[in-house]
């Protein structure tokens, strides 16, 4: 019975997802933008989230809007909308009509941060499409290993692992991650996290983010300290003609003699330029996850 919970929603996801997959690209993305829309009626819970997260960060004067807030939300969620379609084009092995539409800025940074033989640390955000910037990474510049949270769904999770190899991705789960990290790292492999979301707190120190305390995770700090692996940001934006990679420069690790203190300001580091990249383009940022729990206020 637990089984079949599990099985005919997949299909179910299946049967939806398979005819969008086949769209023209540019029709594919005027579909998502309906989904989008259609999420952002409907899914109020998120919304209402959403929401609140964008209006906190302006309220705390550390985010500028050119126009109204909903106007942003509404926008994140047709971005959203995009982003499944796009993903399930690439499930569907249509992913190099979704490709052609990728420029890169910045490859050069990780070229020079992997010349120094130590593995490189990659860290992003749920900005833009995440997924995507994960497999053209693999796909064009290296082969990248993700860390990543199981699915709930065994069945949708083995697709999306089948679907990562296929492309060059390999996986990495969090229960037991770091030992495999640090095996990555040693024969001079390429590990993305994404490092913006709130985590438990065991697997987290209490930093600021856009403004206010928040859990964010410490294993990249950790890994950064323990292997001398340089670390490069790197994100993903939607543009006029399609998508926009940018690889950032090596994230200098902190000088502080205090073990504790550096692992701090590392943490905060490698979360600037996530915030400075939500403050740039806030529509592009995953706005429906609550960030900011598990603190008191």
Same mark, same amino acid.
């Given at each position: 019975?637990?089984?079949?919970?599990?099985?005919?929603? $997949? /299909?179910?996801?299946?049967?939806?997802?398979?005819?969008?997959?086949?769209?023209?690209?540019?029709?594919?993305?005027?579909?998502?933008?309906?989904?989008?829309?259609?999420?952002?009626?409907?899914?109020?819970?998120?919304?209402?989230?959403?929401?609140?997260?964008?209006?906190?960060?302006?309220?705390?004067?550390?985010?500028?809007?050119?126009?109204?807030?909903?106007?942003?939300?509404?926008?994140? &969620?047709?971005?959203?909308?995009?982003?499944?379609?796009?993903?399930?084009?690439?499930?569907?092995?249509?992913?190099?009509?979704? $490709?052609?539409? /990728?420029?890169?800025?910045?490859?050069?940074?990780?070229?020079?941060?992997?010349?120094?033989?130590?593995?490189?640390?990659?860290?992003?955000?749920?900005? @833009?499409?995440?997924?995507?910037?994960?497999?053209?990474?693999?796909?064009?510049?290296?082969?990248?290993?993700? /860390?990543?949270?199981?699915?709930?769904?065994?069945?949708?999770?083995?697709?999306?692992?089948?679907?990562?190899?296929?492309? @060059?991705?390999?996986?990495?789960?969090?229960?037991? *991650?770091?030992?495999?990290?640090?095996?990555?790292?040693?024969?001079?492999?390429?590990?993305?996290?994404?490092?913006?979301?709130?985590?438990?707190?065991?697997?987290?120190?209490?930093?600021? $983010?856009?403004?206010?305390? *928040?859990?964010?995770?410490?294993?990249?700090?950790?890994?950064?300290?323990?292997?001398?692996?340089?670390?490069?940001?790197? &994100?993903?934006?939607?543009?006029?003609?399609?998508?926009?990679?940018?690889? @950032?420069?090596?994230?200098?690790?902190?000088?502080? *003699?205090?073990?504790?203190?550096?692992?701090?300001?590392?943490?905060?580091?490698?979360?600037?330029?996530?915030?400075?990249?939500?403050?740039?383009?806030?529509?592009?940022?995953?706005?429906?996850?609550?960030?900011?729990?598990?603190?008191?206020?």
């Amino acid at each position: 019975m637990k089984r079949m919970r599990h099985f005919l929603p $997949f /299909v179910l996801l299946a049967v939806i997802t398979s005819p969008l997959a086949v769209l023209p690209y540019r029709i594919a993305l005027r579909a998502g933008d309906l989904l989008g829309i259609l999420a952002y009626v409907f899914w109020s819970s998120r919304r209402r989230i959403a929401l609140e997260n964008l209006q906190g960060a302006v309220d705390r004067g550390v985010l500028v809007l050119a126009t109204d807030p909903r106007s942003i939300i509404r926008q994140n &969620f047709r971005n959203l909308g995009r982003s499944v379609i796009e993903v399930a084009k690439i499930y569907y092995g249509f992913g190099q009509s979704v $490709f052609r539409h /990728v420029a890169v800025k910045g490859e050069e940074n990780y070229r020079k941060a992997s010349q120094k033989g130590r593995g490189v640390l990659c860290v992003t955000a749920h900005c @833009g499409n995440w997924e995507l910037l994960a497999v053209y990474i693999s796909v064009k510049i290296a082969r990248i290993t993700i /860390v990543a949270r199981k699915q709930d769904n065994p069945y949708l999770n083995k697709c999306i692992e089948r679907t990562r190899e296929k492309y @060059g991705n390999q996986t990495i789960y969090k229960e037991g *991650a770091l030992k495999k990290m640090l095996a990555s790292l040693k024969k001079g492999g390429l590990i993305g996290i994404l490092m913006d979301q709130s985590v438990i707190r065991s697997e987290g120190i209490i930093v600021p $983010f856009l403004g206010k305390n *928040a859990y964010a995770m410490k294993t990249p700090a950790i890994l950064a300290r323990k292997t001398g692996s340089p670390v490069v940001p790197a &994100f993903i934006r939607r543009t006029k003609d399609g998508h926009l990679i940018e690889v @950032g420069e090596e994230i200098p690790l902190s000088a502080a *003699a205090d073990s504790e203190a550096a692992l701090i300001q590392d943490t905060i580091n490698f979360l600037r330029p996530m915030e400075d990249f939500i403050k740039h383009y806030p529509a592009e940022w995953l706005w429906i996850h609550r960030r900011w729990k598990r603190i008191r206020e």
